[in-house]
């Protein structure tokens, strides 16, 4: 007698004939278990069910026959918030950078409160004056003599010949304080001058010497431009500019490690 199959038994029917018995499940299409073809259960896989499994993998899930799209932005970042969160992050850093710029606010004379004071032979015959620098002329002493101050200038007009002072005249500009950022003077540069015997200056002011036989011919008298040193602001070194950018870079890839080690 034979030892009976694994996969078979018998069973006699009224005909007295034995019958074969199949003892594995039916593998109809409709009782193939969700995410697995008939080849996972001992059968045979049609094209359907191995079409099915190739779009399971790719929608990253195991599980489903549902294809989903998921774009590369998604598989990088990760949620909404993920993304959010390191938007708000680059901002603030390039935000941080930014204000680290020198030269961000123009320095200028251009709302500054300045002083100018007339001297003859040593001593005070007219001011001290003070005026805020706006656009055209700030002083008018004795209708004569004009003295506009520009945002790194300052010019000296003789309107009608002589001004009526005496000899051996200074003009002393102080209080020169720059608004937008601190500076000093350093050197001045002389556009236009008539006469001028000299031109002296400190970190914050300006003194022209002239003769009175110069104030005779109408016209300008000295045109010159203030050189200025204004205090540097750091600026970060290139090596903390990749630091930053290797930062942020880290945190982006170590975020799509995560999500590839979910899928």
């Not at 779009?55 to 993920?82: E, I």
């Not at 700030?138 to 003789?158: C, H, K, M, Q, Y």
């Not at 200074?170 to 008539?194: C, Y």
Request: net charge neutral; glycine share 10%; aromatic share 8%.
């Amino acid at each position: 007698m034979h030892p009976p199959s694994t996969k078979l038994r018998h069973s006699v029917a009224r005909s007295g004939q034995p019958k074969r018995v199949n003892l594995l499940p039916s593998l109809q299409p409709k009782e193939v278990e969700a995410g697995r073809c008939r080849s996972d259960l001992g059968g045979h896989c049609s094209k359907t069910d191995k079409l099915a499994r190739i779009l399971d993998k790719m929608a990253g899930s195991p599980c489903s026959h549902t294809y989903k799209r998921v774009s590369w932005r998604q598989r990088f970042w990760g949620d909404q918030n993920m993304m959010k969160s390191f938007q708000g992050l680059a901002l603030a850093v390039a935000l941080a950078l930014f204000a680290t710029l020198p030269g961000t606010a123009k320095a200028t004379l251009i709302g500054d409160e300045v002083s100018l004071e007339i001297f003859s032979n040593g001593q005070s015959v007219l001011g001290p004056l003070t005026e805020t620098v706006r656009g055209g002329v700030e002083f008018n002493p004795r209708n004569r003599l004009t003295f506009d101050v520009g945002a790194s200038s300052i010019e000296i007009t003789s309107l009608i010949g002589p001004a009526g002072f005496a000899t051996n005249i200074d003009f002393v500009f102080t209080d020169l304080d720059w608004v937008g950022e601190a500076g000093v003077i350093v050197d001045v540069l002389l556009n236009s001058v008539q006469g001028i015997g000299s031109v002296s200056f400190t970190e914050d002011s300006v003194t022209f010497s002239v003769l009175e036989d110069d104030l005779v011919v109408p016209g300008v008298l000295a045109s010159i431009e203030l050189v200025t040193r204004h205090a540097s602001v750091a600026v970060p070194e290139p090596a903390t500019l990749a630091l930053f950018g290797f930062g942020l870079a880290g945190l982006g890839f170590a975020r799509r490690r995560r999500m590839w080690g979910r899928e």
